[in-house]
């Protein structure tokens, strides 16, 4: 079984990085404010691990809605982050890369507190791994922290600090805003595990 890993290079897929070692690591630029900086970081991340790293462009970011996209969040947006069917497409690219590189298995960094957002639900997981399951391939979706807080997945990983350093989650900017919710986790999660 081959394994690819939706790499943001935020704090979560890095430390699913660490403990799941995948076959492939996918970074998408889908014109988000903050894409340079999250493919500089799982670009290193991908080589201090020696991970065959692919990094896919598709700059949409007039569909954007919220921090992610520079614009005020949509009507229907749970949180300031909410890019509508951001997740729902990220994996349906990711995947498409996972079946052309020979995996068999899609790995994404969702964690327990994701579930603020409807595609960050376990019943979300299981009707994107039922519909990928149904199309030719006989690709598998997994959420292997669904269940963990960040902090709990840093520390069943054992994610080296200096491989977790290069990790970014702001939201807004490709150098930390710290006042996003993606720099406000970071802060709070790195806090946490005595990391400051």
Known sequence: MTAALLLSGGMDSTALAWLTKPDLAVTIDYGQLAAEAEIRASSEVSRLMGLNHQVIRMRVPELGSGDMAGKSAHADAPASDWWPFRNQLLITVAATAAINHGCDRLLIGTVASDGIHSDGT?????????LLICQEGGLS????????????????????????????????????????????????????????
């Open 122 to 130: 376990p019943a979300f997981v299981q009707r994107m791994n039922a």
């Open 141 to 196: 979706l997994h959420a292997p922290a669904i269940e963990w807080t960040t902090a709990e997945l840093v520390r069943r990983s054992e994610v080296p600090q200096p491989i977790l350093a290069w990790s970014h989650s702001c939201h807004k900017a490709n150098t930390p805003c710290c006042s996003c919710r993606g720099c406000n986790k970071h802060l709070e999660v790195l806090s946490e595990l005595g990391m400051t």
